[in-house]
């Protein structure tokens, strides 16, 4: 009767360490996704508010301006644009990791937000109303749009590449690989490449 009470004990005490071990690994789990979430968001709005802004006007014909005045520059920058996101984060290609620098050649945890994203409040930009579309765009109800690739961070999530493309209209856009690197809590443009 004493080794059955016993044995109870030990297979309460081994069912107990088994939840708190799989507990332990769904929350460390939980808290790396939260963390390349959060990184992939302040990529995202990084990229955004960097690339958003107005074409500035010509100067004037007979003019020997050739610098935009710092006013209209001003200016430039409290435009809000409606942005929309494509909801497809596409893979890099081996074209796209050929031109990947070498210090950036350890970013390899790759990241899909979109179940993140679509759920975020269009809030992500400090300036600009964010959507998040499926193609086509319909250029008619936003000012710019933007394609992202999947982010890859480093172990530390220190660093980061990925592309985008950004296109103000169906037939004027733009293709660029970058490279950021947090310093001091906020990313910095490390490197551009043009994709294509």
């Not at 001003?74 to 620098?101: I, M, N, Q």
């Not at 994203?117 to 936003?142: A, G, N, T």
């Not at 982010?151 to 293709?175: E, L």
């Amino acid at each position: 009767m004493h080794l059955g009470r016993k044995w109870k004990y030990k297979k309460k005490m081994i069912v107990k360490y088994k939840f708190w071990l799989l507990w332990c690994v769904v929350l460390l789990i939980s808290c790396n996704t939260q963390e390349s979430n959060r990184n992939s968001l302040q990529v995202m709005s990084y990229t955004i508010d960097k690339f958003s802004i107005p074409i500035p006007p010509p100067p004037p014909v007979n003019s020997s301006i050739i610098e935009v005045p710092q006013a209209v520059i001003d200016s430039l920058f409290a435009v809000r644009f409606r942005v929309a996101v494509l909801e497809t984060f596409l893979d890099f290609t081996e074209k796209d990791w050929s031109l990947v620098p070498q210090n950036f050649r350890d970013c390899t945890l790759a990241t899909n937000p979109k179940e993140f994203v679509l759920k975020v409040p269009k809030r992500m930009s400090k300036r600009h109303q964010v959507s998040f579309q499926q193609k086509p765009f319909d250029y008619e109800q936003i000012d710019m749009s933007y394609t992202f690739s999947r982010f890859y961070f480093n172990a530390s999530y220190s660093k980061v590449v990925y592309w985008v493309t950004f296109n103000r209209d169906p037939y004027n856009g733009n293709a660029l690989l970058f490279g950021l690197e947090k310093v001091n809590g906020k990313w910095q443009k490390v490197f551009s490449e043009r994709r294509y």
